[in-house]
T-cell receptor
Framework: AQSVSQHNHHVILSEAASLELGCNYS??????LFWYVQYPGQHLQLLLK??????LVKGIKGFEAEFIKSKFSFNLRKPSVQWSDTAEYFC???????????FGQGTTLQVKP | DTAVSQTPKYLVTQMGNDKSIKCEQN?????MYWYKQDSKKFLKIMFS???????INETVPNRFSPKSPDKAHLNLHINSLELGDSAVYFC?????????????FGPGTRLTVT
């Protein structure tokens, strides 16, 4: 069965620190990859997505992610976090564009001002 | 302009009751989904419909029945509610999954079964 693993469950950073959240998936075929963010009390919003092309994807709010096929990874990065980035971050994978998103467990990011 | 809306936002009910959650999208999408987020914030897909036709039906108890009266609506009916059904239920919609689609999520419905 397909699975998505996010290694960091709870990350605490100070403002201006750099961020990298890990995401690995277990499926070897064609995949579409997503990072969603859930701010406290809000719905999920798409940060960025990868379908094909340049494996370095840029998203909203200064986030980017790199797809490394050989490592089955899609790590999320941001060079300098802000207090407003405090949220839950979810990696998700869809194989063969079925629409069936498989989510990781989520990472809680807490940014201290 | 709310893209994907759900009602109610909160739902508190007793075990054994039957309840429904409604979802509507005004994005013109053909595909709609229901997800369940448990107390540990783990999200799992339950169903998806494409143009009123059931496409994805994960291992969900028969007590859960989605209903799509038209492609802009996907309601979730739950019979004989159990304590373990307590969760946040998210509706989502997208264009047909394919090249570069994106799922848009609703605000969620927090269901508490007592």
């Amino acid at each position: 069965a397909q699975s998505v693993s996010q290694h960091n469950h709870h990350v605490i950073l100070s403002e201006a620190a750099s961020l990298e959240l890990g995401c690995n998936y277990s499926y070897g075929g064609t995949v579409n990859l997503f990072w969603y963010v859930q701010y406290p009390g809000q719905h999920l919003q798409l940060l960025l997505k990868y379908f094909s092309g340049d494996p370095l994807v840029k998203g909203i709010k200064g986030f980017e992610a790199e797809f490394i096929k050989s490592k089955f990874s899609f790590n999320l990065r941001k060079p300098s976090v802000q207090w407003s980035d405090t949220a839950e971050y979810f990696c998700a994978v869809d194989s063969w564009s079925t629409g069936k998103l498989i989510f990781g467990q989520g990472t809680t990011l807490q940014v201290k001002p | 302009d709310t893209a994907v809306s759900q009602t109610p936002k909160y739902l508190v009910t007793q075990m054994g009751n039957d309840k429904s959650i409604k979802c509507e999208q005004n994005l013109g999408h053909d595909t709609m989904y229901w997800y369940k987020q448990d107390s540990k914030k783990f999200l799992k897909i339950m169903f998806s419909y494409n143009n009123k036709e059931l496409i994805i039906n994960e291992t969900v108890p028969n007590r859960f029945s989605p209903k799509s009266p038209d492609k802009a609506h996907l309601n979730l009916h739950i019979n004989s509610l159990e304590l373990g059904d307590s969760a946040v239920y998210f509706c989502a919609s997208s264009q047909d999954p394919g090249l570069s689609y994106e799922q848009y999520f609703g605000p969620g419905t927090r269901l508490t079964v007592t």
